[in-house]
């Protein structure tokens, strides 16, 4: 028997029986489906439309949030869900959630703690936009609800918080993690306790609505939550000082429904301004018509180089070198719109207060008529209509006294 012949025919036949399983084991099993999600903002239009998310969307495990005044969702949904979603009957857009960086504006200059003397007013803006006369007066905002939305407001003795609500995702508390809220609580609500500090609406109901987080971060999703809860809780304004560089549709929806729910909504211009000015760098949500967007002066009445400009500028106000409150329970000196902002909302809570009966629209439009006309004759980019002073608004009382 020749052995070496048969060896080769066996070592032959092995690898004929081998190359074929070797192949088959190299071909998977190819899985086309991907399971990655992304955050969405879904509208619809009818039942038909809201049925149609339930059965894309498995609501036990999807983290679904429905906004109490529109037909609109958030959900988690895979490609290939928002392309389903997308051909169905009813679903009027699909926009995904976006998040920004340094939502709440950042302050120009730098952050410097100050001392605050007892009877002491230690912030220049109160004086220049005429504060005392509306305290002098008897208005403080009493029976007026603010919400802020922000990175939360802390507690501070200067501050009285009536409640609030968190809409970030990693904590149910609406406490200050940042600093920001905090600061902009004190321009417009700081108690006349003797303490030095006063806001211009001391008696005001403030709300605490925490939509950014320890890094002043936001999304669009938490902003049209914030501007949701405010409808829902019958607030009168809604203070933004934040700023996104891009518009939202979603949340655009969501300003329309506060607006026709007799909000006032004022928000900072945001602090992208530029030497020339010469272009338009007002940010969202102030950008929006719905939206009061206000630039910011400094103490010689001239517009702050960080300020924004643009054809939506409204209102003017103090923003560099403010004194409020800070996070730690202390005082702080900070510069930006919005810190200008606050102004605006305080002098529009007296305005409530002064004439209860008047609608959004109409404080808007005394707001516009009663400032103080900078810059170029009528409404202009740096300026808008001009700066916010109590005694000029008191000089034309006849706007809202009929309403």
């Known amino acids: 028997m020749n052995f070496k012949n048969s060896k080769l025919k066996l070592t032959a036949l092995i690898a004929t029986i081998a190359i074929p399983l070797t192949l088959s084991l190299y071909v998977p099993t190819m899985n086309t489906t991907d399971t990655t999600t992304q955050r969405y903002i879904v509208s619809y239009s009818n039942d038909q439309g ?28 895979t490609n290939d869900q928002k392309n389903d979603l997308a051909t169905q009957s009813g679903i009027t857009s699909i926009e995904q959630n976006t998040t920004y960086t340094s939502a709440a504006q950042a302050f120009g200059g730098n952050i410097k703690t100050v001392n605050v003397k007892g009877n002491e007013q230690a912030s220049w803006g109160y004086g220049t936009i005429d504060a005392q006369m509306a305290s002098d007066s008897g208005y403080t905002g009493k029976g007026v609800k603010i919400a802020i939305l922000d990175t939360g407001i802390s507690a501070h003795s200067e501050l009285n918080i009536a409640g609030g609500v968190s809409e970030v995702g990693y904590t149910q508390s609406y406490a200050d993690d940042n600093g ?30 925490k939509i950014l987080d320890s890094k002043g971060n936001g999304s669009t999703e938490d902003l049209a939550k914030g501007v949701d809860w405010a409808i829902q809780n019958h607030m009168d304004i809604v203070n933004m000082s934040i700023a996104f560089p891009e518009g939202s549709p979603a949340v ?152």
């Open 180 to 209: 920001h809220g905090t600061f902009v609580a004190g321009v417009i609500g700081a108690q006349s306790n003797g303490k030095g500090l006063v806001g211009e609406a001391p008696d005001a109901q403030i709300y605490a609505v």
């Open 50 to 77: 809201k049925e149609q998310i339930a059965q894309v969307a498995d609501q036990s495990t999807n983290d679904l949030h429905a906004f109490n005044h529109l037909n609109m969702v958030a959900v988690n949904l």
């Open 252 to 403: 655009e929806q969501v300003l329309a429904s506060a607006d026709q729910n007799g909000i006032l909504l004022i928000a900072a211009a945001g602090n992208k301004g530029t030497a020339s000015a010469a272009t338009d760098t007002v940010q969202y949500p102030a950008k929006s018509s719905h939206v009061i967007a206000v630039a910011a002066i400094d103490d010689n009445l001239q517009r702050a180089d960080f300020s924004s400009s643009g054809s939506d500028i409204e209102l003017t106000a103090p923003g560099v070198d403010i004194v409020s409150t800070s996070s730690n329970g202390k005082y702080e000196l900070r510069s930006g719109t919005s810190v200008a902002a606050p102004f605006v909302t305080g002098m529009a809570a007296i305005l409530k207060q002064a004439y209860p009966g008047s609608t959004n629209a109409q404080i808007r439009q005394a707001l516009n008529q009663g400032s103080i006309d900078l810059g170029a004759a009528g409404q202009d980019n740096l300026y808008g209509n001009g700066m916010i002073s109590f005694q000029h608004l008191l000089g034309k009382a006849s706007i809202l006294a009929s309403k």
